[in-house]
């Protein structure tokens, strides 16, 4: 493709660069950071550009710590920059242990940032307190911490600043122990690549155009313009997809493109995408595609879009998804006796992943067919639509996972995958595209708004006797996942409470909104609000403490969960309840809720945890999974398991995702990774340590594999059918928070109680509750992503209130271990069980403050989010 525009400008600037002098062509538009990425720096990284409000660019300019994103290459010349790679030896490895230590990390991704802008403070001010470090921060997001394990680190950094001596790494590998992070120095010192870090020869550029209008028929779409952008070398759209253009984890209803003729679904649609010699090209030629259309006016209310007359949004196929229902009892005779009847409704937010690393794919020419470089959290489900979208045969088609840089449900769906993928198709050349913020905030899934209507009746004493619940929830513009999230929603309508007579019904309905699917908490963080507000008035109907009512009514072994489930001795509910009683009794303004969470998809749907231990060398043994590590600590804990079962050195253990080896396992979702891989590597490891034990050595076994496989078959979906005995799912997680506010509402403390069933690592369990909490408290309080008239208001980091490390209060994980049966170690799931709590003991300690209930979230009008609001959410460049 030939183009007649002229090349943009290009200027040269001469600055010293850790230390090197070096020169640098770049275009007047360029930001400082995309021109030291140029270099080949890559402990910089791109999470917001240019919004400067994440700061993973942030490197020293002269003597200050700057957000490079937001400052002009131009600007550099003459500077001395210092990014975290020019950092002596002995300050880089004083960091790194010290964030590996410490646990300061989970994806990784924020850390070199943040990492630089702490050894500018301690530069300064050595003697730092801890509020002051946490002040510093504020430039800062981390979305997996919560930020108390990050303040830890930077407190040991402190110790030995002034100092000769070097933080110590514990070599402890015992399944239960802290083991340290798998790869973690690699990670802080950002050495282990991500995919936009990633280049191959002859690399081109990708990037997409997307719709104009939430709701419109494209009548044409003119490349003309764009062709002409020079560096411009392929423009694709709809008709040059060879094979399937929907695609989907559940319902192939997503296209690849939105033809001309068709109907926009939203704003995230894509309409073309460019291949180009530069990212700057590739996007100007995005720009330069015009598109005529016929706007309709969209579907936007999800009770507006079940109306008999209204338009679908996809033709042909109704507005409404999927309905769940489930009953038990007579739930309408029960009410009638009842002595206490309480109706609400209560209403959740649509809330941002803000996961810190954008959609990122890299695809490359391989054989007759392609190798995708991906960040997603199911590399075969990737693998399996690839192939269908280009017309290859599975085996032509491979995907290898690159570190994620944060997901939480959000990376579950393809993004840019599939547009890669053609790309480098088409020109035979690799090609990496990466969204925008503000392309991945339009793109992408959300947390689900429900409307959650509510009836609940008591006994006098005020034991449950029914409820009834009606959700209806806002999927978007396309399924993804949303019909599963309402099924969860549903089947965990009743809590952790014994109710013997339930009628629970929830709709999955289609909008012109942004797609709703996958978020941390999958649906059960909005009705455990719920249930958990309505237990607070019964106890206040009743005249006892919200500790007491929940008392009466948790379950049991022999009860039955909401859907029939009969629980059994995995049961830990109780033991979280008891944990924190006095800490809530002794509060003067606390709120208390108690969670549960499914582990693994259930509801009729196969768990399957797949592995292969293949001893690669003498010195290598590696552990394939289908898995995805995305900041949990899986891949460090099944390195544990290893060395656990074989006694081998942890040193020769490493844990690979790379679908040439038979190790399907489906989407990392439902928090049931930890579960299945750990159970399916034990497996494989039992063989090798046989092997071992039979006098066999590590260099006889060179070339050998061990395969392990668990599955889990035996779930059934929520039914209309009764429902007694019927096992939805495997496990469950249990837990009881506490939040306690001071005596100006402010959020003092949260007390997290947890069963986990077996600490595998106590440091990385912990942290992954004190990052669940901080997002549940942001859930409760602060954080929200409007949309109006199908767009979202803003696409900027910062208006979504994710809270900084100046606002988070204290946070106590207590963890309790009442194993499952099921597997060898009694593991249960603790990814998200963090944070369904929190927001409903976030209320109730509010009521105790202000006698305000509240039913709505984020609670922003309350003291509590006041004092989060008044406190800045960025702040200058300045460390």
């Known amino acids: 493709m030939k183009s007649t525009e002229k090349p943009s400008r290009t200027e040269a600037i001469q600055f010293h660069l850790n230390g090197v002098a070096v020169s640098v062509d770049h275009h007047q538009e360029a930001t400082a950071l995309s021109v030291i990425r140029s270099t080949g720096c890559t402990s910089v990284k791109n999470g917001c550009s240019p919004q400067g409000h994440c700061g993973c660019c942030t490197a020293i300019v002269g003597q200050s710590a700057v957000m490079t994103c937001r400052y002009s290459a131009a600007k550099l010349d003459g500077k001395q920059v210092t990014t975290l790679e020019g950092f002596s030896r002995r300050k880089r490895e004083l960091l790194s242990k010290s964030f590996v230590k410490m646990a300061g990390l989970q994806c990784g991704f924020c850390i070199p940032g943040i990492m630089v802008r702490a050894a500018v403070l301690l530069d300064k001010t050595p003697d730092a307190d801890r509020a002051l470090i946490a002040k510093t921060l504020t430039p800062h997001l981390c979305r997996c911490t919560g930020y108390v394990k990050i303040l830890d680190a930077i407190q040991e950094a402190q110790q030995h600043w002034q100092g000769s001596t070097i933080p110590q790494i514990s070599d402890e590998i015992a399944v239960g122990s802290s083991a340290a992070r798998y790869r973690g120095i690699d990670h802080a010192l950002g050495e282990k690549p991500f995919v936009d870090d990633m280049t191959l020869p002859g690399m081109l550029c990708g990037a997409v155009r997307l719709a104009d209008h939430p709701r419109a028929r494209i009548l044409s779409i003119d490349t003309s313009a764009a062709e002409n952008v020079a560096g411009v070398s392929k423009i694709i759209t709809a008709s040059d997809v060879p094979g399937e253009r929907l695609v989907g984890l559940i319902f192939k209803d997503w296209p690849v493109f939105i033809a001309e003729g068709e109907v926009t679904h939203c704003v995230g649609s894509v309409l073309a995408a460019v291949a ?120 032509q088609v491979q995907v290898e996972l690159v570190s994620n840089g944060g997901a939480f449900g959000g990376k579950e769906d393809m993004s840019i995958q599939a547009h890669a993928a053609l790309l480098a198709f088409h020109t035979q050349l690799p090609v990496k595209a990466l969204l925008s913020r503000d392309e991945s905030i339009r793109l992408h899934p959300k947390r689900h708004p429900l409307t959650m209507k509510y009836t609940l009746g008591a006994d006098e004493e005020g034991r449950l006797t029914a409820l009834k619940a009606h959700i209806v929830g806002d999927t978007g513009a396309y399924a993804s996942v949303g019909d599963k999230v309402l099924e969860r929603a549903a089947g965990h309508a009743c809590g952790v409470y014994r109710v013997p007579n339930v009628e629970v019904e929830a709709l999955t309905v289609y909008t012109n909104n942004p797609p709703s699917g996958a978020f941390r908490g999958f649906g059960v963080n909005q009705t455990a609000f719920a249930i958990e507000g309505l237990l607070d008035r019964l106890a206040e109907r009743v005249g006892v403490d919200g500790y007491e009512i929940r008392d009466r009514n948790i379950l049991e072994q022999g009860d039955m969960f909401g859907p029939g489930q009969i629980m059994g001795k995995e049961l830990g509910i109780r033991e979280t309840l008891e944990a924190v009683k006095e800490d809530y009794k002794s509060a003067q303004f606390a709120g208390i809720a108690c969670g549960i969470k499914n582990t693994g998809i259930g509801n009729g749907m196969a768990d399957i945890g797949r592995s292969l231990i293949r001893i690669e060398s003498v010195n290598s043994i590696v552990v394939y999974t289908g898995f995805t590590e995305m900041g949990q600590g899986l891949y460090t ?78 779930t059934v979906e929520p039914s209309d059918r009764g429902g007694e005995g019927e096992v939805t799912h495997v496990t469950f997680g249990f837990a009881t928070q506490v939040v306690t506010l001071s005596d100006k509402g402010e959020v003092e403390k949260v007390i997290a109680s947890h069963d986990v069933g077996r600490v595998m690592n106590r440091a990385l369990c912990e942290g992954q509750i004190e990052g669940a909490v901080h997002m549940g408290l942001g859930f409760a309080l602060t954080e929200e992503l409007p949309v109006v008239d199908g767009w979202p208001v803003s696409t900027m980091l910062n208006d979504l209130q994710i809270l900084r490390a100046r606002h988070v209060p204290e946070i106590e994980v207590r963890l309790l271990e009442i194993p499952d049966p099921h597997t060898e170690y009694g593991v249960k799931g603790v990814g998200e069980i963090g944070l369904v709590p929190t927001a409903g003991a976030v209320a109730g300690a509010l009521y105790q403050f202000d006698g305000i209930r509240r039913n709505r979230l984020p609670m922003r009008g309350s003291a509590a989010a006041r004092a989060f609001l008044n406190k800045k959410f960025h702040q200058p460049d300045q460390a």
Do not use: W
């Open 637 to 714: 804990i099944l390195r544990q398991v290893v060395c656990h079962q074989t006694g081998v050195d942890a040193d020769l253990v490493e844990v690979k995702v790379d679908t040439t080896y038979p190790v399907e396992c489906g989407m990392t979702t439902a928090s049931r990774a930890t579960l299945l891989a750990t159970e399916a590597v034990r497996r494989a490891a039992v063989k090798l340590a046989d092997k071992l034990g039979s006098g066999n050595s590590i260099e006889d076994l060179v070339g050998h594999e061990f395969g392990g496989e668990f599955i889990c078959d035996f």
């Open 276 to 395: 180009a010699d530069s990212d700057e090209a590739a996007r100007k030629a995005c720009a330069a595609i015009t598109v005529e259309y016929e706007v309709f006016t969209p579907i936007t209310d999800p009770e507006e879009g079940l109306r008999q007359d209204a338009p679908e949004v996809h033709p042909g196929v109704p507005n409404l998804l999927k309905t769940t229902a489930y009953h038990r009892g007579d739930p309408g005779a029960a009410l009638s006796t009842s002595k206490h009847i309480i109706e609400e409704t209560f209403y959740s937010q649509r809330v941002e992943h803000a996961f810190l690393e954008p959609e990122c794919a890299l695809a490359t020419p391989e054989g007759s067919g392609i190798r995708l470089y991906t960040q997603g959290q199911g590399v075969h489900d990737e693998q399996k639509q690839l192939a269908s979208v280009l017309n290859l045969k599975l085996d």
